[in-house]
């Protein structure tokens, strides 16, 4: 069964940096494409950011283009997110979600695994 578990949420100041990392077990890491999901509070999940299989294929969200940067390293199962100059906005649960497929997508229905979420919170 995959499984995924993000990992380096933390409090931030604004303007500040952070780096999310998600990890698979259970799983082919490279059959799939990775993203990134937020959830504040009463609000709708939020598409981050997305890669594609091989790394070389990449989506942002408006939000958060030219700040956050998708990386992936095959070799560890391991998807990150790199965070700059952040906002209060920012806050948020963020999920890795897994999607068994070619090409990114920007929908949260297209994945198929996610993670438990860690928490990011940009203080103001």
């Known amino acids: 069964q995959v499984q995924l578990v993000e990992s380096g949420g933390q409090l931030v100041q604004t303007g500040g940096s952070l780096e999310l990392s998600c990890s698979m077990s259970?799983?082919?890491?490279?059959?799939?494409?990775m993203g990134w999901f937020r959830q504040a509070p009463g609000q709708n999940r939020e598409f981050v950011a997305a890669?594609?299989?091989?790394?070389?294929?990449?989506n942002y969200g408006d939000s958060v283009k030219g700040r956050f940067t998708i990386s992936r390293d095959n070799a560890k199962n391991t998807v990150y997110l790199q965070m700059i100059d952040l906002k209060p906005e920012d806050t948020a649960v963020y999920y890795c979600?897994?999607?068994?497929?070619?090409?990114?997508?920007?929908?949260?229905?297209?994945?198929?695994?996610w993670g438990q979420g860690t928490q990011v919170t940009v203080s103001s």
């Open positions: 259970g799983g082919v890491f490279n059959w799939y494409v």
């Open positions: 890669i594609n299989r091989n790394g070389g294929d990449t």
């Open positions: 979600a897994a999607h068994q497929a070619l090409v990114p997508s920007t929908s949260y229905l297209s994945y198929d695994f």
